[in-house]
């Protein structure tokens, strides 16, 4: 083993032995080199005040080399601020305003340990660094039955773990706790549980209460004293998007902190926040734990980076940072949720009216993207495509029953159109299997 991988397994052992033991294999062999080219570089680009022949970029004229046909596009920034690598674990400036940001929106982190946020190269890389670091074949991967496939490629396929589902509502069509509880602490034998919290859920659009996100802190901690180490993921991706009385903050505070055999990793970005998927900037922040500990996983995460994609883009992250610092930034956020706000209304208000009951009901939804009808007669696939086919209207099927209905890309005015359609596109086949 590398002689750095193995000081900060040490550190980690030492500060808490229950985190050590969460590592994955790969989780325990990786570092992030302090020798080497990254490292000399960064040397030379203090010292080197007559030639910097380290990093592999060109300049001219004392700035990075561009095409005039790209920086025309840009002329607004810097060139420095675009054209060279960022820092494998994001740009200085970016990771600073989304601490500041994490902890203005999320009052239970307030007083908390909380590691610097790492920029990823969006949502789904953050997902990918926690599934390297802690997933090992046969870890027990605990997600609700309404989840987003990814996962199952992500910590399934590419780390070879086991997922491990429960009911994501019980019989009062709340947040089932108790079934969550229970995955829990059926992985007593193994000691180990990677637990995903997404909330805003992908695909109901569902976001627990406050009592019931004590609920589910109360779980995992249940399954800490019970012995079991719990790397605890909040997957935050549609954070900010609440349209009702459900909590409004991560519970990566809430978990921060809450047992020693518990860790506490948040998983957020700007993709959806701020609205720029394209633009894949994303963060994972550790909480919870000492300075020396969070430092080390830092290390760690900075090493599966550099081992993956080296650094994440710049130019993007330069654009949120951007945004992040402009004085029209929350005004214009505002604007934009009380968009999505109204679409998500306009949805419930519609589906309550009773006037598709024999067709669907709904989950419940009250924040995020998205929201899943369950079909009480026709299979969610048959329905997909004939709605594709014959309406020219896209939606998701989820297993036999579950369509999903991502309202964030339908104007309001535009909703009951839709839905009504889709309640054609049921009858079309109630009608056709009745011949």
Request: aromatic content about 10%; proline content about 4%; hydrophobic content about 40%.
């Amino acid at each position: 083993m590398n002689p750095l991988a193995q000081k900060l397994n040490e550190t980690i052992a030492a500060e808490n032995s229950h985190v050590y033991d969460m590592l994955s294999g790969l989780g325990r062999q990786i570092y992030f080199p302090k020798e080497g080219i990254l490292s000399q570089s960064a040397e030379a680009k203090a010292k080197a005040k007559t030639f910097n022949a380290t990093i592999g970029t060109a300049l001219e004229n004392g700035q990075p080399m561009h095409l005039k046909v790209i920086q025309d596009t840009l002329s607004a920034y810097n060139p420095k601020d675009l054209y060279e690598y960022a820092p494998p674990a994001g740009k200085p400036e970016l990771r600073s305003a989304w601490r500041s940001k994490m902890l203005e929106e999320n009052p239970s982190l307030k007083g908390k340990s909380l590691g610097n946020p790492i920029a990823t190269n969006a949502l789904t890389h953050g997902l990918s660094i926690v599934a390297d670091l802690f997933a090992d074949s046969g870890d027990a991967v605990i997600i609700p039955d309404k989840n987003w496939e990814n996962y199952e490629l992500t910590f399934g396929i590419r780390r070879g773990a086991e997922l491990v589902y429960y009911p994501l509502y019980n019989e009062q069509r709340r947040f089932n706790s108790a079934a969550l509880r229970d995955a829990i602490l059926a992985q007593k034998d193994k000691g180990k549980a990677i637990v995903i919290l997404n909330f805003p859920n992908n695909p109901t659009g569902y976001s627990p209460g406050a009592e019931e996100g004590q609920e589910i802190v109360d779980a995992i901690k249940a399954g800490a004293e019970a012995g079991i180490n719990v790397v605890a993921v909040t997957d935050d991706a549609y954070f900010g998007l609440f349209f009702e009385d459900s909590l409004h903050e991560s519970l990566a505070g809430h978990l921060a902190g809450l047992h020693p055999r518990v860790l506490s990793v948040k998983v957020d970005g700007a993709t959806k926040e701020e609205y720029v998927w394209g633009f894949r900037v994303g963060f994972i922040t550790y909480a919870g734990q000492s300075e020396a500990l969070l430092a080390a996983l830092e290390q760690k995460t900075m090493g599966i980076i550099r081992a993956t994609i080296s650094s994440g883009p710049h130019p993007s992250q330069t654009f949120v940072l951007h945004a992040l610092k402009s004085p029209e930034f929350h005004a214009q956020k505002l604007e934009k949720f009380h968009i999505m706000k109204g679409r998500a209304n306009r949805v419930k208000t519609l589906l309550d009216s009773g006037k598709f009951d024999d067709a669907w009901e709904y989950y419940p939804f009250n924040s995020g993207y998205f929201m899943c009808l369950k079909l009480r007669s026709v299979n969610a696939e048959t329905l997909r495509t004939h709605l594709l086919d014959r309406y020219g209207i896209g939606t998701i099927a989820l297993g036999d029953t579950d369509l999903r209905v991502a309202f964030s890309c339908i104007e309001e005015k535009d909703i009951d159109q839709l839905f009504e359609t889709i309640y054609q596109g049921v009858k079309d086949l109630e009608q056709a299997a009745a011949k």
